[in-house]
């Protein structure tokens, strides 16, 4: 009932006495579990908080896998990653993931609309935790394989919360039916080009502040020769496989992915 009518204000909407009816139980039945309505809710919001399909990073992993293999450009990637995303409200249902994506908006309202008890803002902060470390793994990972490393004195850590806020900041402008821009970019803006989300820019952008090459470069593939914007931020150069990741402006592009 949750997922068919969303987190609008909380769980409070969701009444005992009508999932008693849907799930065929008694009053009786019910209240050797819970003493009252409040309680019965709180453990709903609890389970909510708890509740995973998947891993936090099996959607953006599978999103990427055949392509780091095949030799795909950062910027590839990045979009890839990014689209999986909860970008839209009315594509939230779609694709691979979708539930877990459903279950992941769920405790995002909950957690935005401010955990009353001790005990759901412990089960907020696990949960968080949980993407966080996901994710660091996932970032790492990609790090080592495109040659990157984070700039000093960041660290992985510190991409993956400001990736966490990046993602969720987004997620409940879908939950708000915000619609998402998305920019055609062309050869001649001062942008890469294609087609891309705001958010898998914002990404970019991030990774570039964050991020540089960990092997040595040559003076023409230097940071302050690839710069990507008109803020000469260092953005990271071509993956060790080889796969070219300039655009088609000679710029080079950073890593990205999002964050659950």
Not at 206 to 221: H, K, Q
């Amino acid at each position: 009932m949750l997922f068919e009518r969303g987190a609008a204000i909380g769980v409070e909407h969701i009444r005992l006495q009508e999932v008693l009816r849907r799930a065929g139980l008694t009053t009786g039945a019910a209240y050797r579990l819970w003493a009252d309505q409040t309680e019965y809710q709180h453990d709903l919001a609890l389970a909510m908080l708890r509740l995973r399909f998947a891993d936090p990073i099996e959607n953006a992993t599978a999103a990427v896998e055949q392509l780091m293999e095949d030799g795909a450009d950062v910027d590839t990637i990045i979009r890839a990653a990014s689209g999986t995303h909860a970008l839209d409200s009315e594509r939230r249902g779609e694709g691979r993931g979708s539930r877990d994506t459903e279950a992941f908006l769920l405790a995002l309202a909950l957690r935005a609309s401010g955990a009353t008890t001790p005990e759901l803002r412990a089960a907020s902060r696990e949960r968080h935790e949980e993407s966080v470390e996901g994710f660091s793994r996932f970032y790492e990972r990609l790090m080592k394989a495109y040659g990157y490393r984070m700039k000093t004195p960041y660290t992985v850590r510190d991409f993956t919360e400001a990736m966490a806020a990046l993602g969720e900041g987004f997620a409940i402008h879908a939950l708000e039916g915000i619609e998402h821009p998305r920019l055609d970019i062309a050869v001649d803006d001062e942008a890469p080009t294609g087609r891309w989300s705001l958010f898998g820019l914002a990404v970019r952008a991030l990774a570039a502040r964050f991020m540089t090459r960990d092997v040595p470069t040559t003076s023409d593939e230097s940071p302050e020769a690839t710069a990507a914007d008109d803020s000469n931020a260092e953005t990271p150069a071509a993956p060790r496989s080889g796969a070219d990741d300039a655009d088609s402006r000679g710029r080079r592009a950073p890593l990205r992915s999002p964050s659950r």
